[in-house]
């Protein structure tokens, strides 16, 4: 059996080991939402609308999560991202609509034109700050009411509080996931090249108190081989792997980033020379013997600023040239720009 056909059935084992657990929790979820929708369409004393809106939005729901789970099963990152945004949008769906056809049962349907305001707010202002005034403007809607009209509906309209909360909540959660997308690797985990490029060129305006920062640029051996022989699966493995090695090795003010393909940069606030000398070994040795039976090394290559330059393409280069000269030593090195 070749190498890759090797890998391959590997791969697989490792989704077979995964699927009889999913399935279940599935299987668990589909009949428990069905005997809901069977029970939520039998209440009557609930208005037909509203069970019906229910019942159609569970249905739904139900095919978010098999599509998450058949994205899990097989690492199909483009239905995860479907899954998870789908059923985002469908949780803001079943609030508006549930607080839509029931407010008029509660005497509050005037309340629905403050959202738009509290969604605002809550995205501009951000979490903290956002929920605060919403609240406060809430509350101050509902004195002014008190005063103005005849028949004072106040403890009717302090039940739309907590909606708010909810509202401000759930519109914060989608605004910071999407927020942690944007600058994510879909694959690794860490942060992007994206994230990377802005970090930079913060930490060149203002390296901190020490007035230094070190770069490693870290890229891994042969990995076109690797892939060649392999699979992509394999490989895609590896990167994780890598990914998983390197962040154990830094510290919470460091910051890892998937450059592109099989290189990955890290910078390192306030870090002389010899301290990312020490922590680019770690990564070198962590890495090897993580991935020791695949036989995956890496080769660092390293900067610091302001002693390699004082730009970021003139830093990053420099950290480039420094790892191209440890590939040429015989990989699996570090060295210095």
């Known amino acids: 059996m070749s190498n ?6 590997n791969s697989m084992k490792r989704f077979k080991g995964f699927e009889p657990n ?3 929790v599935m299987i668990s979820r589909t009949i428990g939402e069905l005997v809901f929708i069977i029970v939520i369409l039998a209440i009557d004393f609930l208005p037909f609308s509203f069970r019906l809106f229910v019942a159609l939005f569970t249905g739904i729901s ?3 999560g098999w599509i998450l789970t058949i994205a899990n099963l097989g690492d199909k990152p483009l239905l995860k991202d479907i899954g998870f ?4 949008i ?4 079943l609030f508006m609509g549930v607080a839509y056809m029931l407010w008029p049962y509660l005497g509050l349907t005037f309340m629905f034109a403050l959202f738009p305001t509290v969604i605002a707010v809550t995205m501009v202002a951000r979490f903290k700050k956002g929920l605060i005034i919403s609240i406060f403007y809430v509350l101050g809607f509902i004195a002014l009411y008190f005063f103005l009209t005849d028949k004072p509906t106040i403890f009717e309209y302090l039940f739309t509080v907590p909606l708010i909360i909810s509202v401000s909540l759930l519109t914060a959660f989608l605004t910071k996931e999407i927020e942690r997308l ?3 690797d879909n694959l690794t985990s860490v942060y992007n090249q994206r994230y990377f490029q802005q970090k930079l060129e913060s930490y060149v305006r203002n390296p901190g108190k ?11 051996d042969d990995f076109k081989s690797y892939n060649d022989n392999y699979g992509h699966l394999e490989g895609d493995r590896i990167l994780k792997k890598v ?3 390197m962040s154990m090795q830094l510290r919470k003010t460091d910051s890892l980033s998937r450059y592109g393909g099989e290189e990955f940069v890290a910078i390192l606030p306030e870090a002389d020379l010899k301290g990312a000398k020490k922590v680019a070994e770690k990564i070198r040795t962590a890495v090897h013997e993580s991935l020791n039976i695949a036989k995956v090394t890496v080769s660092v290559g390293i900067s610091v600023f302001p002693k390699n330059g004082r730009k970021e393409e003139t830093i990053l280069k420099a950290a480039d040239m420094a790892m191209y000269e440890a590939k040429r030593k015989g990989k699996n090195q570090v060295c210095v720009a």
């Open 85 to 88: 945004y789908f059923e985002h």
């Open 210 to 220: 020490e007035g230094r920062f070190a770069l490693l640029l870290v890229d891994v």
């Open 4 to 9: 890759r056909h090797f890998a391959e059935e």
């Open 22 to 24: 999913t399935k279940i």
């Open 182 to 184: 944007a600058i994510t």
């Open 90 to 93: 469908l949780a803001v769906i």
């Open 243 to 245: 990914a998983e090695s």
């Open 62 to 64: 139900l095919l978010t």
